[in-house]
């Protein structure tokens, strides 16, 4: 089974979305939907894919949820409950987990004030809930300080199997890998931390990037973590920014593909059908 284990989807006529907003957004700032997606997903031959949620909102992962009862490419749907609000987060988990498709959690911390978020009471609360009921979360860990908390959360809720996303956005810009390293190292050498190879496009020059700037960072994810808790993702639409779904698909396998077959198997498919525990 072929996975893309991160794409999104929205609909601004029905959801406001304020981060598309942004200046650095604005091609972005369309509705994005599963008929648009389909075809690229079967001139590669993928097989399931994981939707993310896009929005700190009920609405964006009820809307995520309708999708993966219309489309059955769509594997697993991580969405969103008030991490903070433990009580209610509970009530809203009870519902959510009747979904067969209802596989993680995800909260949009880089948009929160608080770079320490992540260590509050009631959010550490609210992790070991999740953790209680078998439920991932997804680490949107794009600015250091988030990538730092890992290491202190697996401690904390030891139970509690974490995904990095966008490898945590590498400096692939700058080249600079030595903190980024440090940082994933530590975050790896807790089992239950896995990480997804995903995002990288938009990580790197938008106009002039290659996948041989992707080489050292996925290198040191393999490294680090081991193919077994790495996983492809697309980022589909946000990777429209930089590139095709096509040209991540190729560069990606580019990468991968020099690491042998029962590695390619790994990130390709196998690790996020494990973790999201998909359906075949």
Do not use: C
């Not at 974490?162 to 940082?183: E, N």
């Not at 106009?207 to 697309?234: C, H, K, N, Q, T």
């Amino acid at each position: 089974m072929i996975v893309d284990a991160h794409q999104h989807f929205w609909d601004i006529e029905r959801i406001h979305y304020a981060w598309l907003e942004r200046p650095e957004n604005q091609a972005l700032k369309r509705t994005f939907s599963p008929p648009m997606l389909a075809p690229l997903l079967n001139e590669i031959g993928i097989d399931r894919t994981v939707l993310v949620q896009a929005l700190d909102s009920r609405l964006d992962t009820e809307a995520m949820l309708k999708f993966a009862d219309q489309y059955p490419w769509i594997g697993a749907v991580v969405g969103w409950v008030p991490l903070d609000e433990p009580e209610l987060a509970s009530r809203q988990l009870e519902n959510y987990v009747k979904h067969p498709k209802f596989k993680g959690v995800r909260h949009l911390i880089h948009e929160e004030a608080n770079p320490d978020w992540l260590l509050r009471d009631e959010v550490i609360a609210g992790l070991r809930l999740l953790a209680s009921l078998g439920i991932p979360f997804d680490v949107v860990a794009v600015y250091p300080n988030h990538l730092k908390h890992v290491p202190t959360l697996a401690e904390r809720v030891p139970n509690l199997r974490m995904v990095i996303d966008h490898l945590a956005k590498p400096p692939i810009r700058s080249g600079d890998i030595r903190d980024w390293r440090r940082q994933m190292e530590q975050a790896a050498a807790s089992p239950q931390v896995y990480a997804k190879v995903s995002g990288l496009n938009t990580a790197s020059d938008w106009a002039s990037w290659s996948y041989r700037d992707w080489i050292p960072y996925v290198d040191a994810a393999v490294e680090l973590f081991g193919p077994e808790r790495l996983m492809f993702g697309s980022d589909w639409p946000v990777a429209t920014l930089a590139g095709t779904y096509r040209q991540v698909w190729d560069a990606t396998m580019a990468v991968v593909e020099r690491y042998g077959d029962r590695a390619k198997d790994s990130i390709f498919g196998g690790t996020a059908q494990r973790f999201y525990k998909l359906e075949a």
